[in-house]
Nanobody, 123 residues
Framework: QVQLVESGGGLVQPGGSLRLSCAAS????????IGWFRQAPGKEREGVLC????????YHADSVKGRFTISRDNAKNTVYLQMNSLKPEDTAVYYC????????????????WGQGTQVTVSS
């Protein structure tokens, strides 16, 4: 069955870096978009950025431009979220999700979700 598994979260100091992974199974990733979303306590889930099946990258959150990047390794069926210059306001549970083809900013347009990985930015 279709499954997405996030990993790489943890506790990091402000200014630090983390790389999250989203490992896909049960389908071939290269025809699908992968979006990264995050949800902080008491806040709604927000889109962060996304990579389409054609490797077009869409930033859904202006606050991460210049700090976060996304890439995919179709041979490993995995998408990565590289997060640099982390700030306390980046603290959230990060989720990856997939939909066929192109990216979409709406979370309800994605069909499958991972379980999430906690990212905490604190000194």
């Amino acid at each position: 069955q279709v499954q997405l598994v996030e990993s790489g979260g943890g506790l990091v100091q402000p200014g630090g870096s983390l790389r999250l992974s989203c490992a896909a199974s049960g389908f071939i990733l290269d025809s699908y978009a992968i979006g990264w979303f995050r949800q902080a306590p008491g806040k709604e889930r927000e889109g962060v950025l996304c990579i389409s099946s054609s490797n077009a990258i869409t930033y859904h959150a202006d606050s991460v431009k210049g700090r976060f990047t996304i890439s995919r390794d179709n041979a490993k069926n995995t998408v990565y979220l590289q997060m640099n210059s982390l700030k306390p306001e980046d603290t959230a549970v990060y989720y990856c999700a997939t939909r066929f083809g192109y990216c979409h900013i709406r979370a309800d347009e994605y069909n499958y979700w991972g379980q999430g990985t906690q990212v905490t930015v604190s000194s």
